[in-house]
């Protein structure tokens, strides 16, 4: 069995007055697929958001990627490491590719190919169908039409 991608052991959050993990472990091999189930509350998100960087998780539990552990996980070392999340979004933009309204999040509209395929072996050399829907359609982040 190959080693994990990425290996959470223990991880807890608590906000003021809740508990939002307690004890998670979680590891992510090469090849799998997971997906994250629960009702409203049950602390998916809060996951989500801490193998991101997005939120620290309470002290004591172990955080690895590719066996490396990682003590401050933030959002610029988990992207740099592969790791990121896509949220449900409806405003994405129609015209561009599902790899460039990824890209979006990096700081532009139009991806590094050369950069993507040079720093995973695997990005740059996607063939993603684009969009059939209407340029008509897009919407700029903030709400703001095209």
């Not at 958001?49 to 955080?63: C, L, N, P, S, W």
């Not at 610029?76 to 790791?83: E, K, T």
């Not at 059939?132 to 982040?141: K, L, T």
């Amino acid at each position: 069995m190959p080693a994990p991608l990425l290996e959470l052991k223990g991880i807890a959050k608590t906000y003021p007055g809740a508990r939002a993990l307690r004890g998670v472990d979680f590891d992510l091999r090469p090849g799998e697929v997971h997906a994250l189930l629960g009702e409203n509350g049950a602390g998916k998100s809060t996951l989500i958001k801490i193998i991101t960087g997005i939120e620290a998780a309470d002290a004591g539990g172990v955080f690895r990627v590719d066996g490396a552990e990682i003590r401050e996980p933030t959002p610029r070392l988990m992207q740099a490491l592969g790791i990121a999340a896509v949220y449900q979004n409806p405003t994405l933009f129609d015209e561009l590719s599902v790899m460039e309204n990824l890209g979006i999040g990096e700081g532009g509209p139009l991806v590094s190919w050369r950069r993507r395929s040079s720093s995973s072996g695997r990005c740059g050399t996607c063939a993603w169908p684009r969009s059939r829907r209407s340029r008509s359609r897009a919407r700029w982040p903030g709400g703001r039409g095209s």
